[in-house]
């Protein structure tokens, strides 16, 4: 095994949790030697400490868009690296309003954050973390890792981005949510891994019966904001990737449909190597 690679730590779709489901969307991405976190959804820091990674070592994460499923977990997590021997900065990349959300997140811990700072001697947290507001280009280069996004398509949010990881070796691409764009093609260009969202298209009403407090709009927002997994297949075909992840899956818990359904819905679209996406599955580079 080599060791650059990638853990899908959360790959369910969306925010709910159910009994005997997968948890929603968080990866690890190991390169050079740096660990980086791309989203923090519920479940984010237990799936890095199962992962072996002290989390006292945080020190890059990048959330791409404000879905909650997403960046929920953002702050618990920095704070429990906090309690965990955290001493140096952590930079955050994320869509403009993430800011927004770790100062009421630091507001709502206030009384802890004051308390332990006193009674247990540790460094302020609000001095740990910096904020850095994506946009689309080139977002940051450290350490051998250059890092670029591209905006999607995932309205009704503007500011949603997928990611290009890249060293002079290794371009790992996360589509992020979004629906089909060409854009993508170009940007995942020969990528050794392409980590893409997807739904399967004939589980979707039973989806939408299980939800319970959904309208209509839900499935219309499923139908413009994300992609197929023939869609996924497409893209990672025109973009000549070397390997297919199929992760963010709607639905990841229905126990009518499971990993050969998603094989099935690729097939005469991708004949590379697949990839569908569990909770800690971890793709060596």
Known sequence: MTNDHVVLLGTK?????????????????????????????????????????????LSLI?????HSDHYLELGPLLH?????????????????GID????????SMKADIDLRIDDEGRPDLRGLVAIHVVDAGDVMESGGVSVQAIRTEHPPLVDCFAFAF????????????????SALEDFA???????????????????M????????????????????????????????VKRLALSHLIPSDDPDYGPQDWQDAVQGHWDGPLVVGHDGVRIDL
């Open 13 to 57: 779709g969306g925010p709910a949790i159910r009994p005997g489901s997968s948890l929603p969307t968080s990866n690890l991405i190991c390169l050079n030697g740096q660990q980086i976190v791309l989203d923090c959804a519920l479940g984010v820091t237990k799936g890095l400490v199962d992962q072996g990674m002290q989390l006292k070592d």
């Open 62 to 66: 990048f959330i791409s868009h404000l």
């Open 80 to 96: 429990t690296a906090w309690t965990a021997g955290l001493k140096t900065e952590v930079d955050i990349y994320g869509p403009a």
């Open 100 to 107: 927004a959300y770790w100062d009421g997140f630091l507001a």
């Open 166 to 181: 890249e060293t002079a070796n290794t371009r790992v691409v996360f589509s992020g949510d979004t629906a089909p764009i």
């Open 189 to 207: 260009r020969d990528a050794d891994l392409l980590v893409h969202e997807a739904m399967l298209e004939a589980a979707l009403p039973a989806l």
């Open 209 to 240: 019966k299980r939800v319970g407090n959904g309208s209509d709009k839900l499935m219309d927002h499923w139908l413009r904001s994300h992609s197929f997994a023939h869609d996924a297949a497409k893209t990672a075909t025109r973009a000549r």
